[in-house]
């Protein structure tokens, strides 16, 4: 069955929206308010997160640049494979590395080919300023990172690197969760991936 076969009997297109950003910016809170809103509009989307990935299929990985890199690259083969089954695969993950997130990217665009399209993906940057995310910090890890009791954290120790072209770009202590979830439900209505009255 071609994925244009599926999608035309599941009437839904898949695609992946691909959270990023720093510790404590919220990515989890829009994608979890994000996945409630599209389930109500009857699509089916599924959120993949550290706590329903680190536990299973990653429990394998531990913190170090390689294991984030097979994290991630694990990450993005799971949502492509939901993506094709025309499910819109919501992933928030921190993913601080740019040839990480390129990867994932490239996966999607790879998947296209003479009986199918490739599979969209869509990066949405949660942007914050590290000294925000600080004042939020919900689990104490930056506290934790700042005393050198966690090595290697994402915007203290370790690197993040800004997506330069995100699909959608959300500020979100400039936003509040609905404005960020209408703002990513009117990309999906422009890019034609769920209707238009949604």
């Known amino acids: 069955m071609t994925r244009a076969e599926r999608s035309d009997l599941r009437k839904q297109k898949g695609c992946t929206i691909w959270f990023t950003g720093l510790s404590a910016s919220g990515k989890s809170t829009i994608a979890i308010a994000l996945e409630q809103h599209l389930l109500h509009l009857g699509l089916a989307a599924y959120r ?9 299929l990653n429990k394998d ?7 984030r890199n097979e994290n991630i690259r ?12 025309t499910t819109i695969a919501i992933t928030s993950f921190i993913s601080p590395y740019a040839a990480d997130r390129k990867i994932a990217r490239d996966l999607h665009a790879a998947s296209g080919g003479e009986e199918n399209e490739a599979l969209p993906f869509i990066e949405v940057f949660i942007d914050i300023p590290v000294e925000e995310a600080e004042k939020r910090d919900p689990k104490g890890l930056y506290k934790k ?12 120790s370790a690197p993040y690197e800004a ?25 999906l209505q422009s890019a034609g991936l769920i209707p238009a009255k949604a």
Do not use: C, M, Q, W
């Open 48 to 56: 993949l997160d550290g706590d329903n990935v680190r536990f299973g």
């Open 145 to 156: 990172a700042r005393a050198g009791e966690i090595p290697n954290f994402t915007g203290i």
């Open 74 to 85: 694990r990450i993005a083969e799971v949502a492509k494979l939901f993506a094709d089954s």
């Open 163 to 187: 997506p330069e072209k995100a699909e959608i770009h959300i500020r979100s202590d400039k936003s509040t969760v609905e404005e960020s979830v209408a703002k990513i439900t009117e990309y």
């Open 61 to 67: 990985l531990g913190f170090s640049e390689k294991d």
